[in-house]
């Protein structure tokens, strides 16, 4: 697994006198689903890398519904090792969810978030806390590269980044990854967003504070299959474009304005001809009629649907549903843990076993 040089820019220099940044502590969240062929790996790979961080580590993993044995297996690690804790969620509520719970729960100095698939190298995490030593409050990663990845998957990634930094007033970079770091002040206030559509990484390019990106080589998963679906993707790129941006109904607006200047148009023309001398081959144009009606219906319902579409997310955000229910928490050594997750206005429903 090669990482890449990294591309943040200098951190800023310290003033002079002043220490780098303290690192209290720092908590690890990982959301898995049906992860349980490749976890023991991840785990062995994370547990080394904890080892060399400035300062005490915790890591949870959040287990969002899996069927597979995951959450069983994180407990025996839990029970066995103080810095291990599970969330399990009461379901597959999808993977912003999952790692919402989790960035919830942690209280740590330093919250970093990853993948439980052995994508995103752990030990990148040291080259992230450096920056946060050093005065940045956000550490985004980019894939350079992933391995295996198809032509047709990279095209649309790239396709989605080029569209959704065009068309929203956001900053987030090509193939950036649910990978990052962030300081105690930027995960509450990436906390305090309780949107229940979400799309974290551009909820992180627009909370702002100091932010800087790092690039990696995704590997291969350790195992198992993407849990990224097509429609979990389009699900995704939906919630992006229409969280973050109010273009669609604008481009409705233009649509309308267009249909209209066309008829206009068309009205001109056929006045035109009907004073001129060539009044004899003014036919009623049939297809011309068609060609409108049809094109005006598309467009109204293409129009009703995007305005629906609004309204669905509207709807949704007004139930004020939690964005996960936790079903059980097993507490570093496998305790159980205090019942409520700790951080501010209570994002989900949660229980203790
Ligand atoms: N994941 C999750 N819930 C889901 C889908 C995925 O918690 O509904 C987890 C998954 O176990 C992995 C991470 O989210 O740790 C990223 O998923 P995946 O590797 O399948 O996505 P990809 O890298 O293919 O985009
Ligand atoms: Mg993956």
Redo the contacts with the bound molecule.
Sequence with gaps: MSILPPTAPTPPPSPPGESRRECRSIGIV??????VLGLAELHAELTRVLRDLPCPASIWY?D??SSDGTAALVEQWAAADPRVHLLELSR????Q???TAGMDYVQDDVLVVM???G?HPPSLILRMVELYQAGYDVVLTRRADTKGAGIVKKACSNLFYTLINRVCSLRIPPQAA?FRLMSRNAALALGSLREYHRFLRGMVSWIGFRQTTLDYT?PL?IA?????SIS??LGLAAHALFSFSKLPLRLCFIAGITLLLLSAAEAIHAAYIFFSPRRGELVPGWSSLMFFIIAIGGVQLIVLGIIGNYIGYVFEEVKRRPVYIVRRHVAAGGRAAPAAAPAPPPPGLSQTS
């Excluded at 990982?30 to 992860?35: A, D, F, Q, R």
């Excluded at 597959?92 to 993977?95: A, I, L, P, Q, S």
């Excluded at 198992?224 to 990224?228: A, E, I, L, P």
């Design positions: 990982v959301p898995v689903y049906n992860e959040v969002d519904g597959n509520f999808g993977h969810a999952a790692l993948d439980g698939d994508q649910d995704a998963r198992g299959r993407t849990k990224y979990k993707m």
